[in-house]
């Protein structure tokens, strides 16, 4: 049912295998890197191929850190209105080109390469029950003979024997800790004696999961690390950063035992890209950002006034002040005529201001002042007198 799954990843696997076994030579324990190596270069390739929705989904996650606020804004507004919230959503969504599936969408894309991964290193070796057969699809039980004569999906019978027998420190590359003693048959020669135990599995399975485990941590806590103020005091952005940071390195180190040790390759070697890829994808996004805000700040810059350069006035009937550097040049660039009629024409503006100046000025000195509160207006022609000289003087005129 999943072959369109199963076909492409023992096909990639199988190029980057025939490319390692002509590269390194066929020693003991050779072909075991060959074909770990052939695990790990299936991983760089799948996530390679997966490397533009994850910027995307980077994209889409700081997007969504910087409309959370908007977000948190309408659930409150329209609690009441489950249909209303929605549509504010959407709408919010729609404006900001936000796409809220390109961020589920690497993770979701890697999940059918990770079963993928895991049935056709399971079907290297098919004695144990429930193991889908390549040829048939029928799940069945099958003997170390079957399985080592048998091709698996893109591998042929022989290649399917040389990963049985190759060794990755002394163990094979698809055992794990609780697999059944008998299934360890199809590892070796019909007839030889196992030439492994289950302590020497769990000696590479355990440090395998511990490493693992450390760098899902490691590249979670770089994750979270990243996210805004916020972004940290939602309550739904807590609880899944609980999960990333602990609950899913632990689930690593209870499920290891579970893990073939090629599974437990390829969870390594997708934490060391994960790691790797993170740090230069927020290195660009950085980059862009800070050459987004310098072209702003320039705009901003070229927007402002320049030097010497007053503002024009927005008061109607004001004259709006001109750079003096842009009337020169605007001078300069008129014919001499012209020229010489503006200055003609300041000139003579000019004088007639001079000239109107002392006028204005005897003007406002002829011109009558208010008497203060209780004084008597002046006599026509004269200056104002005070009232204990006007009393003087009619006294006297009455003695004559």
């Known amino acids: 049912m999943l072959n369109f799954i199963y076909y492409p990843v023992s096909w990639i696997m199988w190029v980057w295998h025939w490319l390692f076994d002509k590269v390194l030579p066929d020693s003991p324990g050779g072909s075991g890197v060959a074909w770990a190596l052939s ?14 929705p994850f910027v995307k989904q980077i994209r889409t996650t700081k997007q969504m850190q910087e409309i959370n606020p908007q977000m948190q804004a309408i659930r409150k507004k329209y609690a009441n209105d489950r249909v209303k919230m929605t549509e504010e959503m959407q709408k919010l969504q729609k404006e900001h080109g936000f796409n809220p599936l390109l961020g589920c969408l690497p993770m979701f894309m890697q999940i059918p390469v990770f079963i993928g991964l895991f049935h056709v290193l399971r079907s290297f070796n098919r004695m144990g ?92 806590r770089a994750s979270v690390g990243r996210q805004t103020a916020a972004a940290m005091d939602n309550p739904q952005t807590r609880i899944m950063n609980k999960l990333a940071l602990y609950v899913f390195p632990l689930g690593i180190l209870v499920t290891g035992p579970f893990f073939p040790v090629a599974i437990l390759l390829y969870w390594v070697s997708n934490n060391l890209w994960t790691y790797g890829q993170q740090h230069l994808v927020f290195g ?108 003087k003087k009619n006294r006297q005129g009455r003695k004559r």
């Open 129 to 220: 029950t429930g193991t889908a057969m390549p040829i048939g699809g029928t799940a069945e039980t099958m003997t170390a003979e079957q399985t080592r004569s048998i091709g698996n999906y893109a591998f042929s019978p022989e290649q399917v024997q040389n990963f049985l027998d190759a060794r990755l420190f002394g163990v094979p590359l698809s055992s794990f800790i609780t697999e059944p003693v008998e299934q360890f048959k199809a590892f070796v020669e019909p007839g030889q004696a196992i030439d492994f135990t289950r302590w020497q599995i769990g000696f590479v399975v355990v440090p395998l999961m511990i490493i693992a485990s450390i760098a899902t941590h490691m590249n979670s």
């Open 284 to 391: 660009r996004i950085a980059k862009e950002e800070e050459a987004a805000k310098a072209e702003k700040e320039e705009r901003l810059r070229a927007n402002a006034p320049k030097p010497g350069a007053k503002p024009g006035s927005t008061k109607r009937g004001a004259t709006a002040v001109v750079d003096a550097d842009t009337e020169v040049a605007d001078d300069e660039s008129d014919d001499a005529p012209k020229t010489s009629l503006k200055k003609g024409a300041a000139a003579k503006g000019d004088a007639d201001a001079k000239a109107a100046t002392p006028a204005a000025t005897e003007q406002s000195a002829a011109a009558p002042k208010k008497p203060a509160p209780g004084q008597r207006p002046n006599r026509p022609g004269g200056a104002r007198q005070s009232g204990n000289k006007r009393n």
């Open 39 to 52: 695990v790990v270069f299936l991983v760089f390739t799948l996530r390679a191929i997966l490397y533009k």
